[in-house]
T-cell receptor, first 116, second 114 residues
Framework: AQSVTQLGSHVSVSEGALVLLRCNYSSSVPPYLFWYVQYPNQGLQLLLKYTSAATLVKGINGFEAEFKKSETSFHLTKPSAHMSDAAEYFCAVRAATRGGADGLTFGKGTHLIIQP | DAGVIQSPRHEVTEMGQEVTLRCKPISGHDYLFWYRQTMMRGLELLIYFNNNVPIDDSGMPEDRFSAKMPNASFSTLKIQPSEPRDSAVYFC????????????FGEGSWLTVV
């Protein structure tokens, strides 16, 4: 079974400051990890994913995340926040199964607020 | 590519009525998922299909909910009878075959049961 914990339901940063959104996972098999972003009244859009290649993963809009197996973490960062980054961010885990794959298990989400 | 297409985008219905949500996955994707999003419970996986066959429906809340996938390009999620606590955003999503592949989400169906 898989689970995801996102620390902090709300994170507030100043425009231009570092963004750090925390995600820890639990998985009984090697995980595939994802970060999605959701803007108000919209669906979910993939930011980046870890699929057992490079541990540092770069995504869209300047975001990146590092997979750390020893810490069971996959934290999302961006060096300099922009007002347009204000949104809900979801970390998710997916596992391979004997027959293929299961669905995504999501964390509760982190609402990112950007202060001008 | 048109992406995952859901209809209706918004629906307001009265308690006790039947609700049918529709989804067209991305062509060539062999996995289809139905998720529900609420403030209280977040994003929950309701059911998913592989090659039109339901694989795991353990997330379906109760017998009032049912889902079908009669062919590779169409799926429905039905609630009968609907209740106010079913008010939520329902997302359909699809992906190609392996766990490392991206799951693509539709824009969602916003359901309000009054």
């Amino acid at each position: 079974a898989q689970s995801v914990t996102q620390l902090g339901s709300h994170v507030s940063v100043s425009e231009g400051a570092l963004v750090l959104l925390r995600c820890n996972y639990s998985s009984s098999v090697p995980p595939y990890l994802f970060w999605y972003v959701q803007y108000p009244n919209q669906g979910l859009q993939l930011l980046l994913k870890y699929t057992s290649a490079a541990t540092l993963v770069k995504g869209i809009n300047g975001f990146e995340a590092e997979f750390k197996k020893s810490e069971t973490s996959f934290h999302l960062t961006k060096p300099s926040a922009h007002m347009s980054d204000a949104a809900e961010y979801f970390c998710a885990v997916r596992a391979a199964t004997r027959g293929g794959a299961d669905g995504l298990t999501f964390g509760k989400g982190t609402h990112l607020i950007i202060q001008p | 590519d048109a992406g995952v297409i859901q209809s209706p985008r918004h629906e307001v219905t009265e308690m006790g009525q039947e609700v049918t949500l529709r989804c067209k996955p991305i062509s060539g994707h062999d996995y289809l998922f139905w998720y529900r999003q609420t403030m209280m419970r977040g994003l929950e996986l309701l059911i998913y299909f592989n090659n039109n066959v339901p694989i795991d429906d353990s997330g379906m809340p109760e017998d009032r909910f049912s889902a079908k996938m009669p062919n590779a390009s169409f799926s429905t999620l039905k609630i009968q009878p609907s209740e106010p606590r079913d008010s939520a955003v329902y997302f359909c999503a699809s992906s190609p075959g392996t766990a490392g592949n991206t799951i693509y989400f539709g824009e969602g169906s916003w359901l309000t049961v009054v």
